[in-house]
T-cell receptor
Framework: DAGITQSPRYKITETGRQVTLMCHQT?????MFWYRQDLGHGLRLIYY???????DKGEVPDGYVVSRSKTENFPLTLESATRSQTSVYFC???????????FGQGTRLTVV | AQSVTQPDIHITVSEGASLELRCNYS??????LFWYVQSPGQGLQLLLK??????LVQGIKGFEAEFKRSQSSFNLRKPSVHWSDAAEYFC???????????FGTGTSLTVIP
């Protein structure tokens, strides 16, 4: 199916574990983004990518790692999960910055 | 630096009443402006966008927004709110200089019967 999909939709992990959130888009959009959404903070940009093999930090990158070896995939890894990383994570893609971003359904991550 | 401000954290309106959600932005060049809606447990859906031209833009679900360069604003309006409009609304600006989108913190809309 065409679109942008995130997996898993829900994840519970323990403090200190590594966890990877997946994001896949079928449009071959150049730009991809990872946001986290927390009450009172709205959407905060973690990392973004303007093209394959090009990534850059957003507002809150600490504790996260991304890669973009293929245009369609943009996984987000929490190297050693902490409770403060409990959040809802959204992936988005966009062809350019003057067209809209398309969002995935989100991944609700709980770190216990 | 680029930024987007939504001054109203939460708004409550009666069904059938008019609605205006405020958005102010800070951006040096001509902005690309967006309004998104997020229903509970869902991702963000685009309501409307402004790139250039007519400063009053129409979107889906009966929403419209007006770009006012002099006020650096892009307020969202709807003449008559429906109960199904209860959701979180986000204003955003696309910034080529920053290579990213900047989002406001959102406005939560409650609709009372």
């Amino acid at each position: 199916d065409a679109g942008i999909t995130q997996s898993p939709r829900y994840k519970i992990t323990e403090t200190g574990r590594q966890v990877t959130l997946m994001c896949h888009q079928t449009w071959s959009h150049s730009y991809m983004f990872w946001y986290r959404q927390d009450l009172g903070h709205g959407l905060r940009l973690i990392y973004y990518s303007a093209a394959a093999d090009i990534t850059d930090k957003g507002e809150v990158p600490d504790g996260y790692v991304v890669s973009r070896s293929k245009t369609e995939n943009f996984p987000l890894t929490l190297e050693s999960a902490t409770r403060s990383q409990t959040s809802v994570y959204f992936c988005a893609s966009s062809d350019t910055l003057n067209t809209e971003a398309f969002f995935g359904q989100g991944t609700r991550l709980t770190v216990v | 630096a680029q930024s987007v401000t939504q001054p109203d954290i939460h708004i409550t309106v009666s069904e059938g009443a008019s609605l205006e959600l405020r958005c102010n932005y800070s951006y040096g060049a001509t902005p690309y402006l967006f309004w998104y809606v997020q229903s509970p447990g869902q991702g963000l859906q685009l309501l409307l966008k402004y790139f250039s031209g007519d400063t009053l833009v129409q979107g889906i679900k009966g929403f419209e927004a007006e770009f006012k360069r002099s006020q650096s604003s892009f307020n969202l309006r709807k003449p008559s709110v429906h109960w199904s409009d209860a959701a979180e609304y986000f204003c955003a600006v696309g910034a080529n200089t920053g290579n990213q989108f900047y989002f406001g913190t959102g406005t939560s809309l409650t609709v009372i019967p």
